[in-house]
């Protein structure tokens, strides 16, 4: 069985920086798209910023400029260096990834627990 487990989430005064780190665990054949996002109690899950196999970024308009996604494929791990935060952007952050366990099965999209991310004005 496939879990994402996230790390680096904490309490960072507003202006700081943080580094979240997302790797897989288990039997990894491939993976495609890979991406953040981040919810707050009440509201919906939002999406922070996404990557492709082949390093295509995209980004929430809220985080263009200060936040930086990226992943080594050789680790399969992902990453989100978000810089300049703000207290607004308090919230659990949660990784996603399209996982497929062995050549011609489909993609399974699987999430990781969440780390807590809190920034303090």
């Known amino acids: 069985q496939v879990q994402l487990v996230e790390s680096g989430g904490g309490l960072v005064q507003a202006g700081g920086s943080l580094r979240l780190s997302c790797a897989p665990s288990?039997?990894?054949?491939?993976?495609?798209?890979m991406g953040w996002y981040r919810q707050v109690p009440g509201k919906q899950r939002e999406l922070v910023a996404a990557?492709?196999?082949?390093?295509?970024?995209s980004y929430a308009d809220s985080v263009k400029g200060r936040f930086t996604i990226s992943r080594d494929n050789a680790k399969n791990t992902l990453y989100l260096q978000m810089n300049s935060l703000k207290p607004e952007e308090t919230a659990v952050y949660y990784c996603?990834?399209?996982?497929?366990?062995?050549?011609?099965?489909?993609?399974?999209?699987?999430w990781g627990q969440g780390t807590q991310v809190t920034v303090s004005s």
């Open positions: 996603n990834a399209g996982i497929r366990q062995q050549f011609g099965v489909p993609f399974i999209s699987y």
């Open positions: 288990g039997s990894i054949f491939e993976i495609n798209g």
């Open positions: 990557i492709t196999s082949g390093g295509y970024t």
